[in-house]
């Protein structure tokens, strides 16, 4: 069974960064993507940024420039740089991962991390 736990949330000034990691636990066999996901109060959760087996990334237009996804060497982490945040970039954030569990999986799994709140203020 995949754990994924947060950490790296806080309060900020606008103009400030944060870097957020994720980092799982249990069997994986293979990882297919990893990304980051937020959801601000009355709104739905949105794509932030997703990077795949080939290393390539691509993050959505309010972030891009500011926020950059990495993975460690050994894929257990994935991080979120931010930087220059903005009040409305203020939301929970939510690490994804999409995984083969074993090799003879056919159809991959999802994993959620609990969520980590970042709050810039003004």
């Known amino acids: 069974q995949v754990q994924l736990v947060e950490s790296g949330g806080g309060l900020v000034q606008a103009g400030g960064s944060l870097r957020l990691s994720c980092a799982a636990s249990?069997?994986?066999?293979?990882?297919?993507?990893m990304g980051w996901y937020r959801q601000a109060p009355g709104k739905q959760r949105e794509l932030v940024a997703i990077?795949?087996?080939?290393?390539?990334?691509r993050y959505a237009d309010p972030v891009k420039g500011r926020f950059t996804i990495s993975r460690d060497n050994a894929e257990n982490t994935v991080y979120l740089r931010m930087i220059s945040l903005k009040p409305e970039d203020t939301a929970v954030y939510y690490c994804?991962?999409?995984?083969?569990?074993?090799?003879?999986?056919?159809?991959?799994?999802?994993?959620w991390g609990q969520g980590t709140q970042v709050t810039v203020s003004s």
């Open positions: 990077i795949f087996s080939d290393g390539s990334t």
């Open positions: 994804n991962w999409v995984v083969r569990a074993t090799m003879t999986q056919k159809n991959p799994s999802t994993y």
């Open positions: 249990g069997g994986i066999f293979s990882i297919i993507t």
